[in-house]
Each structure stands twice: as C-alpha cells, then as structure tokens.
C-alpha cells in the first residue's frame, strides 16, 4: 500500500505547536515514504467554524513549508456521503434516534443502581435509555446513535475480534497490532452519536467516510484520538471500508503538563510568526529535525 496521510484540522480556532506538530509529522513522513500529504478542513461544525480561521490555517501551513494539493476536501460539501454511510446502517438496523438532552443523560446515570458512569471516548457512556426496544417516542428533534449491541453481533459472524495497526504509540505505549475486543466496546464505548442534532453527522463518521474517500493510507494524529480509533475502526467493518494504519503522536503540553488549546493563543503559530521565529524554531520547539 502506498502512503499517502492528511491533517484536517477544523477550522474552529487558530493552529498552535501542537497542530503545527501533527502537521509537520505528516508531511515529513509522506516526505520520507515518498507518499502524498493532503489538507482537509473539518467544518462540520458550522456553529464554531470560520472562514477567517480556514485562510490562517492555510497561511500558517505555507509558512511552516508544508504544502498540500488543491483544492482542498471541506467536509461541510460532503453531507450527501454522511447521510448515505448513515442510510446505510439505518437499514441494517445499526441505528436509533435518540431525544435524551445532557440532563435526561445525567438522571438515567445517577440512579443508584446503575453505578459510577464510566467515560468513554465521547464523554459519559451512554445508558441506553432510547435503545430498542425500549424506546420512547422522540419528544424533539433526536440525534441518530449506533447500536453498538447490534452492531457487535453483526461484526461478531465475521471477526473473532477487530484490530488495527499502530505504527506510532498510544497513551499507555500501545504499539503493533492492537486489538479492539467486542466486550470493550459496550462497555467503554457504547452507542456514540452517529449524526447530531445540528449537522446530522458527527467527527466519527464524517472522518471514516472521507478518509476512505481520499484513500488515506496512514493516519497521523494526537495521543487525544487514539480510544476513538476502536469507534473507527467498528464504523468501517460495518461500511466496508478499508481500516487505514494509524500513528499517534504525543501531544505538545505547556509547562504545567497541560495539553494545549485552540483558545491557547499565547502558542497560536500566528503569534510566534508576529515575535519573528522562523520555521526552524517552531520545529525545533516541537522536537522534529530539520527536513
Ligand atoms: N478534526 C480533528 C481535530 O481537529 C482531527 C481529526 C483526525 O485527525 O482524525 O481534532
């Protein structure tokens, strides 16, 4: 498999050291394979994305002297293949719609049977209440979520377990091939939102369905993803999509041990550009060679 990689940052803030560091691994290791790097800008989100915050990422890019083919994917022009990857588990009965607000979510998790809430990649794990057969008529517009229960007994006919190949390290120093047991799925993942109320698709599909689009064969990105990649990998057995190679990177932390920000502005690339640093510095600063 050749390699070709991507950033997609979203244009929801302005690049700091740890996005110029995403961004640099991946170009330079596309640089080394003889592979391909491309750009694409995660904009679903149209209540936080901006224009303005696109042309700095593209400037700030250019100045970092990564450079990418153009034009480049937006994935606010890709609806039409969220909804279909999500018809899709739809009709295999994958999905349900869901009206529990954050509140309903919290009352469900704090009756005293059920437990400490467990955390998942998505924040507290989701307790079922709208999942078939159970559930109530949707009081509003509800949110579409996966089935994970049905979801694992359709994977579980094929697959003894799932896996995917981490060629850089996770949190924990997870590395080579790393399985994603049925049973962690229920129980640390959980039905995750497919398609919000808002933009009806959410970073998990929108990001399955466009890098099989651009057949990207290495993912690089943060240490923050890597639980995520297990909601990946499910969402492309059940699409039939290729499961890319995936390299974590350790995330850029501020003194106090803090990952950074977008609202971080004090590391913005933008402000050091304005102090006069060059490219060099900044890749001194994150710990990458000189290309
Ligand atoms: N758009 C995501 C972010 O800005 C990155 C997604 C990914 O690399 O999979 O955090």
Redesign the pocket.
């Known amino acids: 498999m050749s390699f070709r990689t991507r950033f997609?940052?979203?244009p929801t803030g302005p690049l700091h050291l740890g996005h110029a560091y995403s961004a640099l691994l991946a170009f330079d290791q596309a640089q080394a394979q003889s592979g391909e790097f491309l750009l694409r800008i995660?904009d679903i989100d149209h209540t936080r994305s901006r224009s303005q915050w696109e042309d700095q990422i593209f400037d700030d890019l250019a100045w970092l002297g990564v450079e990418w083919p153009k034009p480049v994917m937006r994935q606010s022009t890709r609806m039409a293949a969220y909804s279909a990857a999500l018809e899709t588990l739809q009709k295999r009965g994958l999905t349900y719609p869901c009206s529990c607000n954050r509140a309903a979510i919290d009352a469900a998790l704090s009756a005293p049977q059920e437990g400490q809430p467990l955390i998942g990649p998505d924040g507290v794990i989701y307790p079922g209440t709208c999942r078939p057969p159970r559930a109530p008529e949707p009081r509003r517009p509800p949110v579409v979520r996966l089935n994970m229960s049905a979801a694992i007994d359709v994977l579980s006919k094929d697959h003894r377990q799932l896996s995917f190949i981490e060629t850089g390290v996770g949190p924990d120093g997870e590395t080579g091939e790393i399985s994603v047991p049925f049973d962690k799925l229920e129980a640390e993942i959980g039905d995750v939102v497919l398609a919000r109320r808002d933009y009806k698709t959410s970073?998990h599909l929108s990001?399955v369905v466009d890098d099989a689009a651009q057949e990207i064969s290495d993912?690089v990105?943060g240490q923050d993803?890597f639980e995520a990649t297990a909601i990946h990998v499910v969402l492309q057995h059940l699409l039939g999509l290729p499961t890319p190679r995936y390299h974590h990177h350790a995330l850029i932390r501020d003194e106090d041990g803090k990952r950074l920000a977008k609202r971080d502005d004090a590391r913005a690339i933008s402000k050091y550009r304005e102090d006069g640093l060059n490219p060099q510095d900044i890749r001194a600063m994150v710990g990458l060679s000189l290309p």
């Open positions: 997609a940052p979203s995660e970073y990001v993912v990105r993803l």
